[in-house]
């Protein structure tokens, strides 16, 4: 992941990349969470989705568990 503006980049090489592809997805969504103190509406800004996408990722997968 690009880093922009100043943002600290996600590296890949960080990442367990094990799993389902909803597993990582959540994730690249946590870390990033985490690299903007979370910030839901950078978080979705850095991903390029909206911040109602962000929620329903995260409390969807939060039903799962």
Not at 26 to 55: C, F, H, M, P
Not at 57 to 64: A, D, I, V, W
Request: charged share 35%; no cysteine.
């Amino acid at each position: 992941f690009e880093a922009r503006g100043g943002i600290p980049s996600v590296k890949p090489e960080t990442l367990d990349l094990n799993g389902t592809l909803d597993d990582i997805e959540i994730k690249v969504i946590k870390r990033i969470l985490d690299l903007e103190n979370g910030n839901y509406s950078n978080t979705a800004r850095r991903l390029g989705i909206g911040r109602s996408t962000l929620w329903r990722k995260l409390s969807k997968r939060q039903k799962q568990d």
